[in-house]
């Protein structure tokens, strides 16, 4: 069982930037693929990026291309989402997710198993 806590959200303006973190439990999670996904409101949760166990692959979402970077330290278990140049459409509530069947990074929502609690990000203009 792995246990994801979400950090770093919080109220910003436009251009702005902000560093999301995701706490994890758990001694295997190393060997899990990781993502961020953001739901809107009245809006289906949809896929931000998405990291191999290594950290070596990384997947974006088109949108968020050259403006977040994610990375992981599996020694302090934890992965991070760095948002620059933010954008008002980037609010959202921000989640955490693992994949404990793969190592390998996927967009698929139903290929990811455990989830946090979400943090909530707002971009104002």
């Known amino acids: 069982q792995v246990q994801l806590v979400e950090s770093g959200g919080g109220l910003v303006q436009a251009g702005g930037s902000l560093r999301l973190s995701c706490a994890a439990s758990?001694?295997?999670?190393?060997?899990?693929?990781m993502g961020w996904f953001r739901q809107a409101p009245g809006k289906e949760r949809e896929f931000v990026a998405a990291?191999?166990?290594?950290?070596?692959?990384?997947y974006y979402a088109d949108f968020v291309k050259g403006r977040f970077t994610i990375s992981r330290d599996n020694a302090k278990n934890a992965m991070y989402l760095q948002m620059n140049n933010l954008k008002p459409e980037d609010t959202a509530v921000y989640y955490c997710t693992a994949d404990r069947n793969s190592g390998r990074p996927t967009l698929r929502r139903a290929e990811y198993d455990y989830w946090g609690q979400g943090t909530q990000v707002t971009v104002s203009s």
């Open positions: 758990g001694r295997t999670f190393s060997r899990y693929a």
């Open positions: 990291i191999s166990w290594s950290g070596s692959s990384t």
